[in-house]
């Protein structure tokens, strides 16, 4: 099971920064995405972590403000998220794959989803 946390309401430009808990997975052993969904649109790719070789993948909307990582001894994964923008508003998931696709950039890729988080930024 996921967890997402960490959301809130933030001002343009400021921060936030998201975490996704496991329960009965080892996240380490799964490559690891965040998404998210505004109202009235699809879920959308925001970044992704391979487990095996450390590399990252990001949204070009995101690119260079937020920054994906994790914490194996704690089970985590993190969203960094930095000068925040108010279409950075919608509700932030976390979810992980065991390799089902190539791209990590596609819902399809994911076998498990969490539940997500609100992240609400005001101008």
């Known amino acids: 099971q996921l967890q997402a946390f960490g959301g809130g309401l933030a001002q343009a430009g400021g921060s936030l920064r998201l975490s996704c808990a496991a329960s009965?997975?080892?996240?380490?052993?799964?490559?690891m995405g965040w998404f998210r969904q505004a109202p009235g649109k699809e879920r959308e790719f925001v970044a992704a972590?391979?487990?095996?070789?450390?590399?990252?993948y990001y949204a070009d909307a995101v690119k260079g403000r937020f920054t994906i990582s994790r914490d194996n001894a704690k089970n985590t994964l993190y969203l960094q998220m930095n000068s925040l923008k108010p279409e950075d508003t919608a509700v932030y998931y976390c979810?992980?794959?065991?390799?089902?696709?190539?791209?990590?950039?596609?819902?399809?890729?994911?076998?498990?989803w969490g539940q997500g988080t609100q992240v609400t930024v005001s101008s």
């Open positions: 979810a992980a794959s065991t390799g089902i696709l190539t791209t990590l950039r596609v819902k399809n890729a994911y076998n498990y």
């Open positions: 972590s391979r487990w095996s070789g450390g590399s990252t």
């Open positions: 009965g997975r080892t996240l380490s052993r799964y490559d």
